[in-house]
């Protein structure tokens, strides 16, 4: 059975850094795009960064460009998304998301594999 474990969630202030990891097990995605989502409260599911199956391509949103990076060790079958600067605005509850396709989507219904989510919440 696939599965997604996020790790590396917890409580910050404003200005500082976090760094989930998503950890795949029961298959690899070597050969597929993988994204970050988040989700707010009282807010659909909105895309953070996604990356390509080699690592060579990666996509951010406006509202983390400049401040978040997403990266990926294929061979430990891992997804990193490393947060600096952090915002208020950040808080959300952060999903990983394996694709179907070598190169991410920015849109929730193009993955097939989510992990269960791991909370970061930013203190101002």
């Known amino acids: 059975q696939t599965h997604l474990l996020e790790s590396g969630g917890g409580l910050v202030q404003a200005g500082g850094s976090l760094r989930v990891s998503c950890a795949a097990s029961?298959?690899?995605?070597?050969?597929?795009?993988m994204a970050w989502f988040r989700q707010g409260p009282g807010k659909e599911r909105e895309f953070v960064a996604g990356?390509?199956?080699?690592?060579?391509?990666?996509y951010y949103a406006d509202s983390v460009k400049g401040r978040f990076t997403i990266s990926r060790d294929n061979a430990k079958n891992t997804l990193y998304l490393q947060m600096n600067s952090l915002k208020p605005e950040d808080t959300a509850v952060y999903y990983c998301?394996?694709?179907?396709?070598?190169?991410?989507?920015?849109?929730?219904?193009?993955?097939?594999?989510w992990g269960q989510g791991t909370q970061v919440t930013v203190s101002s």
């Open positions: 998301a394996a694709g179907t396709k070598p190169y991410p989507s920015q849109r929730p219904y193009d993955y097939n594999y």
């Open positions: 990356i390509s199956w080699s690592g060579g391509n990666t």
């Open positions: 029961g298959r690899t995605f070597t050969d597929r795009g």
